[in-house]
Protein backbone atom coordinates (compact mmCIF):
# COMPACT_ATOMS: atom_id res chain seq x y z
CA UNK A 1 0.00 0.00 0.00
CA UNK A 2 1.92 2.82 -1.09
CA UNK A 3 -0.50 5.34 -2.73
CA UNK A 4 -1.97 8.62 -0.68
CA UNK A 5 -5.31 10.52 -1.14
CA UNK A 6 -3.76 13.50 -0.06
CA UNK A 7 -3.32 15.09 -3.06
CA UNK A 8 -6.51 14.68 -4.03
CA UNK A 9 -8.45 18.22 -5.05
CA UNK A 10 -11.28 18.94 -2.45
CA UNK A 11 -13.61 19.04 -5.71
CA UNK A 12 -13.04 15.03 -5.30
CA UNK A 13 -16.86 13.48 -5.20
CA UNK A 14 -17.52 9.12 -4.26
CA UNK A 15 -17.99 9.52 -8.07
CA UNK A 16 -14.65 10.98 -9.13
CA UNK A 17 -12.24 9.63 -6.24
CA UNK A 18 -11.63 6.92 -8.44
CA UNK A 19 -10.96 7.57 -11.40
CA UNK A 20 -8.59 10.58 -10.33
CA UNK A 21 -6.40 7.87 -8.09
CA UNK A 22 -6.13 5.05 -10.41
CA UNK A 23 -7.06 6.66 -14.17
CA UNK A 24 -6.14 3.61 -16.98
CA UNK A 25 -5.46 4.12 -20.78
CA UNK A 26 -8.97 3.39 -21.80
CA UNK A 27 -10.12 5.78 -19.03
CA UNK A 28 -8.43 8.94 -20.17
CA UNK A 29 -9.66 8.15 -23.70
CA UNK A 30 -12.64 7.72 -22.66
CA UNK A 31 -12.93 11.09 -20.31
CA UNK A 32 -11.06 13.43 -23.07
CA UNK A 33 -14.28 13.08 -25.59
CA UNK A 34 -11.39 12.89 -28.52
CA UNK A 35 -11.90 9.16 -29.54
CA UNK A 36 -15.47 8.49 -30.16
CA UNK A 37 -14.89 5.18 -31.74
CA UNK A 38 -13.45 4.31 -28.19
CA UNK A 39 -16.69 5.52 -26.76
CA UNK A 40 -18.87 3.63 -29.17
CA UNK A 41 -17.37 0.19 -28.43
CA UNK A 42 -17.13 1.19 -24.70
CA UNK A 43 -21.25 1.52 -24.66
CA UNK A 44 -21.69 -1.72 -26.71
CA UNK A 45 -20.23 -3.14 -24.27
CA UNK A 46 -21.56 -1.53 -21.17
CA UNK A 47 -25.12 -2.63 -22.75
CA UNK A 48 -23.88 -6.17 -23.64
CA UNK A 49 -23.00 -7.15 -19.77
CA UNK A 50 -25.97 -5.14 -18.45
CA UNK A 51 -28.21 -7.55 -20.70
CA UNK A 52 -26.42 -10.45 -19.28
CA UNK A 53 -24.51 -11.31 -21.71
CA UNK A 54 -20.22 -12.59 -22.40
CA UNK A 55 -18.44 -9.64 -23.49
CA UNK A 56 -16.95 -10.99 -26.83
CA UNK A 57 -14.27 -9.00 -28.82
CA UNK A 58 -15.05 -10.42 -31.94
CA UNK A 59 -18.90 -10.20 -31.41
CA UNK A 60 -18.40 -6.98 -30.13
CA UNK A 61 -16.58 -6.06 -33.41
CA UNK A 62 -18.82 -7.36 -35.64
CA UNK A 63 -21.62 -5.58 -34.14
CA UNK A 64 -19.53 -2.63 -34.98
CA UNK A 65 -18.82 -2.94 -37.98
CA UNK A 66 -14.88 -3.46 -37.64
CA UNK A 67 -12.18 -6.16 -37.54
CA UNK A 68 -10.43 -7.12 -34.00
CA UNK A 69 -7.77 -5.23 -34.84
CA UNK A 70 -9.24 -2.14 -34.96
CA UNK A 71 -11.32 -2.62 -31.79
CA UNK A 72 -8.13 -3.54 -29.98
CA UNK A 73 -6.57 -0.14 -31.28
CA UNK A 74 -9.83 1.46 -29.74
CA UNK A 75 -10.14 0.16 -26.10
CA UNK A 76 -7.56 -2.27 -25.39
CA UNK A 77 -7.80 -5.74 -24.56
CA UNK A 78 -10.48 -7.49 -23.05
CA UNK A 79 -9.53 -7.07 -19.36
CA UNK A 80 -9.01 -2.97 -19.61
CA UNK A 81 -12.53 -2.91 -21.28
CA UNK A 82 -14.26 -5.18 -19.25
CA UNK A 83 -12.96 -3.19 -16.29
CA UNK A 84 -14.03 -0.10 -17.35
CA UNK A 85 -17.37 -1.59 -17.54
CA UNK A 86 -17.24 -2.61 -14.54
CA UNK A 87 -16.56 0.67 -12.97
CA UNK A 88 -18.80 2.55 -14.75
CA UNK A 89 -21.34 0.14 -13.63
CA UNK A 90 -19.95 1.07 -9.62
CA UNK A 91 -19.61 4.57 -9.86
CA UNK A 92 -23.68 5.07 -9.85
CA UNK A 93 -23.93 2.48 -7.49
CA UNK A 94 -21.59 4.52 -4.73
CA UNK A 95 -23.58 7.40 -5.96
CA UNK A 96 -27.06 6.15 -4.66
CA UNK A 97 -25.23 4.63 -1.83
CA UNK A 98 -23.81 8.09 -0.47
CA UNK A 99 -27.61 9.97 -1.28
CA UNK A 100 -29.31 6.84 0.80
CA UNK A 101 -27.38 7.47 3.83
CA UNK A 102 -27.27 11.74 3.68
CA UNK A 103 -29.00 11.25 6.72
CA UNK A 104 -26.09 9.54 8.77
CA UNK A 105 -22.60 10.95 9.53
CA UNK A 106 -18.85 9.37 10.84
CA UNK A 107 -18.59 6.13 10.96
CA UNK A 108 -22.17 5.17 10.50
CA UNK A 109 -22.33 6.57 7.16
CA UNK A 110 -19.86 4.84 5.97
CA UNK A 111 -21.08 1.16 7.31
CA UNK A 112 -23.67 2.64 5.23
CA UNK A 113 -22.68 3.45 2.34
CA UNK A 114 -20.04 0.63 2.09
CA UNK A 115 -23.13 -1.98 2.98
CA UNK A 116 -25.37 -0.65 0.39
CA UNK A 117 -22.91 -1.22 -2.05
CA UNK A 118 -22.62 -4.76 -1.10
CA UNK A 119 -26.10 -5.19 -1.26
CA UNK A 120 -26.19 -4.03 -4.34
CA UNK A 121 -23.42 -6.52 -5.97
CA UNK A 122 -25.10 -9.28 -4.44
CA UNK A 123 -28.36 -8.44 -5.75
CA UNK A 124 -27.50 -7.36 -9.20
CA UNK A 125 -28.65 -10.10 -11.38
CA UNK A 126 -26.17 -9.15 -14.49
CA UNK A 127 -23.23 -8.67 -12.38
CA UNK A 128 -23.72 -12.43 -10.24
CA UNK A 129 -23.86 -13.62 -13.59
CA UNK A 130 -20.73 -12.61 -14.91
CA UNK A 131 -19.15 -14.25 -11.67
CA UNK A 132 -20.65 -17.07 -12.44
CA UNK A 133 -19.35 -17.53 -15.93
CA UNK A 134 -16.24 -16.42 -15.24
CA UNK A 135 -15.15 -16.46 -11.91
CA UNK A 136 -11.54 -16.77 -11.91
CA UNK A 137 -11.21 -13.88 -14.10
CA UNK A 138 -14.17 -11.64 -12.60
CA UNK A 139 -11.65 -12.42 -9.39
CA UNK A 140 -8.08 -11.03 -10.44
CA UNK A 141 -10.05 -7.92 -12.09
CA UNK A 142 -12.27 -7.20 -9.07
CA UNK A 143 -10.06 -8.10 -5.90
CA UNK A 144 -6.27 -7.70 -7.06
CA UNK A 145 -4.34 -5.09 -9.01
CA UNK A 146 -4.09 -7.03 -12.17
CA UNK A 147 -7.11 -4.04 -12.88
CA UNK A 148 -7.35 -0.89 -11.64
CA UNK A 149 -10.62 -1.86 -9.83
CA UNK A 150 -9.52 -2.42 -6.96
CA UNK A 151 -7.36 0.66 -6.48
CA UNK A 152 -10.36 2.63 -7.51
CA UNK A 153 -12.12 1.28 -4.69
CA UNK A 154 -9.56 1.48 -1.95
CA UNK A 155 -9.18 4.91 -3.27
CA UNK A 156 -12.65 5.62 -2.61
CA UNK A 157 -12.86 4.24 0.57
CA UNK A 158 -10.23 6.27 1.83
CA UNK A 159 -11.81 9.50 0.48
CA UNK A 160 -15.03 8.19 2.46
CA UNK A 161 -12.72 7.40 5.66
CA UNK A 162 -10.85 11.01 5.21
CA UNK A 163 -14.40 12.90 4.75
CA UNK A 164 -16.02 11.30 7.25
CA UNK A 165 -13.79 10.22 9.82
CA UNK A 166 -11.09 12.97 9.87
CA UNK A 167 -7.47 12.28 8.40
CA UNK A 168 -6.60 10.33 12.09
CA UNK A 169 -9.54 7.40 12.45
CA UNK A 170 -10.43 5.60 15.49
CA UNK A 171 -8.05 8.03 17.73
CA UNK A 172 -5.00 7.57 15.51
CA UNK A 173 -4.47 4.44 15.87
CA UNK A 174 -4.52 3.40 12.21
CA UNK A 175 -3.94 6.06 9.42
CA UNK A 176 -6.80 6.30 6.74
CA UNK A 177 -5.18 4.39 3.73
CA UNK A 178 -4.95 1.55 5.20
CA UNK A 179 -8.19 1.17 7.66
CA UNK A 180 -9.53 1.81 3.55
CA UNK A 181 -7.87 -1.22 2.79
CA UNK A 182 -8.95 -3.38 5.39
CA UNK A 183 -12.92 -2.62 4.56
CA UNK A 184 -11.90 -3.01 0.68
CA UNK A 185 -11.10 -6.70 1.80
CA UNK A 186 -14.06 -7.01 4.13
CA UNK A 187 -16.15 -5.96 1.44
CA UNK A 188 -14.89 -8.30 -1.25
CA UNK A 189 -15.27 -11.32 1.54
CA UNK A 190 -18.77 -11.06 1.64
CA UNK A 191 -19.46 -9.86 -1.95
CA UNK A 192 -17.65 -12.89 -3.40
CA UNK A 193 -17.48 -15.50 -0.68
CA UNK A 194 -19.25 -17.54 -3.15
CA UNK A 195 -16.73 -18.02 -5.04
CA UNK A 196 -13.87 -17.34 -2.41
CA UNK A 197 -15.33 -20.51 0.04
CA UNK A 198 -18.75 -21.48 -1.13
CA UNK A 199 -20.79 -19.66 1.36
CA UNK A 200 -23.47 -17.55 0.91
CA UNK A 201 -22.66 -13.47 0.02
CA UNK A 202 -24.34 -11.73 2.67
CA UNK A 203 -24.59 -7.88 3.07
CA UNK A 204 -25.69 -8.27 6.68
CA UNK A 205 -22.87 -10.03 7.53
CA UNK A 206 -20.51 -7.53 6.12
CA UNK A 207 -22.38 -4.72 7.69
CA UNK A 208 -21.47 -6.60 11.31
CA UNK A 209 -18.35 -6.61 9.97
CA UNK A 210 -17.76 -3.10 8.92
CA UNK A 211 -19.26 -1.99 12.79
CA UNK A 212 -16.83 -4.20 14.83
CA UNK A 213 -14.08 -2.93 12.41
CA UNK A 214 -14.63 1.18 12.40
CA UNK A 215 -16.09 0.59 16.31
CA UNK A 216 -19.72 1.56 15.75
CA UNK A 217 -21.56 1.12 18.70
CA UNK A 218 -24.74 -0.97 18.55
Known amino acids: MTTSMTAIPTTTTISTAGLDAASSWLSERLSDG ?36 SLFRWVGNRDALLSEVLWSLAIPTLAQAEHTTAELDGGERVVGILTHFVDDLITADYFRQFLRREPARALRLLTTKESPIQRRYVATTEWLVRRDLGAAPLGGTIDPLTLAYLLVRVSESFSYTDLISGDQPSSERARTAFRMLLRVDG
Open 34 to 69: SHPDAERAFEAARETFISGQRIDMSSLAASLGVDRT
